[in-house]
């Protein structure tokens, strides 16, 4: 049957047909008919074959002609390359399609349609090449796709409108740069009924971090309407990230999202004259712009869905979703191999670390991890790439597959538009580059022949310098570095980094600032949060009513934005620990959040005032001390990620520490319930004098040694006059260290330090570890000199032990 020969439904393939109906139509295929039944909506639709194409060239006579077409391409250089694309395309579009495929296209649509009541059903006709969607090579992007097409007629015109794509210039480059015959590769038309996302919503998923690689995390991104805008990079999405553990065991899945500017929305055009011109982009109404395209419960459900395909396919996969206005159910609409990561394996790290500053132009998305410098060159088209020399740095508003020839040339790609699954950004990674999308202005605020330094070394944010800034690089071959029993760990302030720091040779981390995420990503003190109606100062009343528009309640923002920062860091470093101390603002810097001048006191000497323990169960933070409780709690309890612990500074007296833990158990975090542990800093002589007491109270121990040192000393820590006499390896406080740390070795609590000493002293960490400590936290650009003195001391000490453990050594 001609049905059979030129068409095929999605219910009658499956994932070994690539060489039938391509990757993207035996995916969707595999989809319909494997994940269907398990509850993944996936739209219905057919394919036409690869018998279809090759009937269509052969009934034209086309192959010979393109074959010496082809054989003119100058495949060195493609200097010749546009004029050969267009008279291949032209063969293609001056043909007819044969009588027998028309037919069965019809045919299908016809019942296609049937089972979908409604007046010339909307369907998507997307290429699908039969060689598409290889783990080894994949042809995304390179032929063309048509949304909201209607009727016969117009189904019929996008389908050869497809197998003309085949020989777009970027195919035929593609083809050549991967070893692919051009007349071995078919074309397969898949037809699908169109999602009313244009009503709704629509993006891309990974189920694998695209940026590192990170394995445990599911990645999506969306925007409104139709997810072309996604796709192609156009609007810079949502994000959210899920973990995957936690999708398992059926707990809170969503560890983090960020709300993108989603500038435009694709939805139907009004009119439609021919196929290409069913859809069109509007500007996103305010109010849209900031509001996320999926709520927290659909996010979950999509993770669900992109968790049950990986599982299915058995390797990272690269989704594509849809949310029906009418309906409002959200289907998959596209699943193929990730590309970027799969079978990757980083045993390196190179590392940039900037070492001057300057006037920063714009800002957006990092892609990489890279430093550099050039000239900039801004671009408005592909046209106009042999402005482009090798080495420049490329500003753009936006690129798509036709820019892949200019990119190859670029040191570095800024865009205006796109997030992180935008074509630049994918693009950037395939070529080893680094890039900044999404900046929004950076055609604007960037001069052409302007010398710039891009910096994408800064987590998540990359930034774009005036003139040639100089930076340090550092090559990390993981698999060389010796790891030292004593536990290396990191101290960690900004979030965002976390995934890139979640690859180092740590074991997890042993301090996570609280401070760092409410001065940087909340900004609002929580008191000011609580008391809201009863803020005096009008300015910051308005600024807080601003930031906090888009939830029910105050306190709930507070809440949210904390336990998505620490939930990120946890999915990150799962399952190392991550130990995150509670708040530990001094009454100065408390005050300098907004609205805080009003809940906090005066003090001559803040370092020794109002702060830590004290301040959690005083009736002047009590309640703001509930908020991080219930974002530790969120993290721990309802997200799963058992791996955090918490950690409470400046705890003066034993009893503030039972009143402390107490406090927390009444907030919802019992100490020991699902596996809690609460551990204390050690940086006050009472916590080392009552060291038994206090291991009665807590679940573990890590000495400050700032704090320690300063209060032992008797030194202001800030103060220029008696600095020089601050010396963390004074006897006074090596006896202390020993001390606390036989202490808490005899009542069987674990102990670490956090400080910078153990890198910048290999005395000192000698000393650390001849004592016994169970782990030294560090700084990342500390951690690897201080793994180093670790290891060193270790091997000293198992080849001439000096001192029995416990005895203090002078330094």
Not at 24 to 38: D, M, R
Not at 191 to 218: W, Y
Not at 323 to 332: A, E, F, L, P, S
Not at 793 to 803: D, F, I, N, R, W
Request: glycine share 8%.
């Amino acid at each position: 049957m001609a049905h059979e020969r030129y068409t095929r439904f999605f219910r009658e393939l499956t994932n070994t047909q690539v060489a039938l109906v391509g990757g993207k139509n035996a995916s969707l295929g595999e989809l319909y008919n494997q994940l269907t039944p398990k509850g993944i909506n996936v739209p219905d639709g057919f394919a036409s074959t690869a018998d279809a194409y090759w009937l269509f060239l052969d009934e034209n006579q086309l192959r010979q002609p393109l074959t010496e077409l082809l054989a003119t391409l100058d495949e060195q250089e493609f200097s010749n390359l546009p004029a050969v694309g267009a008279q291949a395309r032209a063969l293609l579009r001056g043909a007819t399609l044969p009588a027998p495929v028309a037919a069965a296209l019809a045919a299908a649509y016809k019942e296609l349609s049937a089972r979908h009541p409604g007046a010339e059903m909307p369907v998507a006709v997307r290429s699908s090449a039969t060689a598409e969607d290889l783990p080894s090579a994949s042809f995304a992007g390179q032929h063309d796709s048509f949304l909201n097409v209607r009727g016969e007629q117009a189904v019929l015109q996008a389908c050869q409108q497809c197998f003309v794509s085949l020989f777009n210039d970027r195919a035929i480059r593609y083809r050549i740069q991967n070893g692919f015959e051009h007349l071995r590769v078919a074309l397969s038309v898949g037809v699908q009924a169109m999602v009313r996302s244009d009503l709704a919503s629509a993006g891309v998923a990974f189920t694998i971090e695209p940026e590192t690689g990170h394995d445990q995390l599911i990645y999506l991104t969306g925007s409104w309407g139709l997810g072309e805008n996604v796709v192609q990079g156009a609007v810079n999405p949502d994000e959210f990230y899920l973990f995957k553990p936690s999708v398992r065991n059926g707990c809170r899945a969503l560890v983090s999202k960020k709300l993108g500017n989603k500038a435009k929305t694709m939805a139907y055009a009004q009119t439609q004259n021919q196929a290409a011109l069913g859809i069109e982009n509007t500007d996103t109404p305010a109010a849209r712009r900031a509001t996320f395209v999926l709520t927290d419960a659909e996010a979950e459900q999509l993770g669900r869905w992109c968790l049950q395909i990986e599982e299915h396919y058995g390797m990272p996969m690269d989704i594509e979703w849809a949310k029906d206005g009418v309906t409002d159910r959200i289907y998959i609409v596209q699943a193929r191999p990730e590309t970027i990561h799969h079978g990757r394996r980083a045993l390196r790290l190179h590392e940039y670390h900037l070492t001057e500053k300057g006037p920063v132009l714009a800002t957006g998305k990092a892609v990489g991890s890279q430093i550099a410098s050039g000239v900039a060159r801004i671009i408005d088209s592909p046209a106009d790439g042999h402005r482009l020399q090798p080495g420049e740095i490329l500003v753009t508003d936006i690129t798509s597959p036709d820019w892949n020839a200019v990119l190859r040339k670029a040191a570095v790609i800024v865009t205006n538009k796109g997030g992180r699954t935008s074509h630049a950004a994918i693009v950037a990674r395939e070529l080893g580059l680094s890039a900044v999308v999404g900046t929004l202005n950076a055609t604007e605020k960037i001069q052409d022949g302007q010398l710039i330094t891009v910096s994408c070394a800064e987590g998540d944010e990359g930034k774009i310098f005036d003139g040639a800034l100089a930076w340090q690089e550092t090559d990390l071959d993981l698999e060389q570095v010796a790891l030292p029993r004593t536990k290396p760990l990191l101290i960690l302030a900004d979030p965002d980094r976390a995934l890139q720091l979640a690859r180092y040779p740590s074991q997890g981390v042993g301090l996570m600032r609280m401070e760092f995420v409410i001065n940087s990503a909340i900004r609002i003190h929580p008191m000011a949060l609580v008391n809201f109606d009863e803020l005096e100062d009008p300015a910051a009343r308005a600024e807080i009513a601003q930031l906090t528009a888009q939830y029910a309640s105050k306190p709930e923002y507070f809440v949210d934005k904390l336990a998505q920062a620490i939930g990120f860091v946890a999915a990150a470093f799962y399952p190392r620990q991550v130990i995150v101390r509670m708040s530990d603002f001094k009454t100065n810097e408390y005050a300098n959040l907004l609205g805080g001048r009003q809940f906090e006191p005066t003090e001559e000497n803040p370092m020794l005032g109002f702060r830590g323990a004290s301040r959690y169960y005083s009736p002047q933070y009590r309640e703001g001390f509930r908020l991080e409780c219930e974002a530790l709690r969120r993290v721990h309890h309802d997200m799963g990620l058992t791996n955090v612990k918490a950690m409470i500074p400046f705890c003066r007296t034993v009893a503030e520490g039972r009143q402390v833990v107490a406090l927390m158990a009444e907030y919802g975090l019992p100490r020991g319930e699902q596996g809690l542990e609460i551990y204390v800093m050690a940086e006050i002589p009472s916590n080392v004098i009552l060291a038994e007491d206090f291991a009665q109270v807590f679940d573990g121990f890590s000495i400050g040694s700032n704090d320690l040192t300063q209060l032992t000393l008797g030194i202001d820590r800030d103060s220029a006059i008696v600095s020089p006499l601050f010396d963390e390896r004074n006897e006074a406080v090596t006896r202390m260290l020993a001390q606390v740390i036989r202490t808490a070795k005899a009542c069987g609590r674990p102990i670490g330090l956090c400080g910078q000493a153990p890198s910048d002293y290999p005395d000192f960490a000698r000393l650390l570890v001849e004592h016994g400590i169970d782990s030294i936290s560090f700084t990342p650009d500390a951690l690897l000199k201080g793994m180093a003195n670790m290891v060193a001391a270790e091997q000293a000490l198992a080849a001439a032990p000096s001192v029995a453990a416990g005895q203090a050594v002078p330094a």
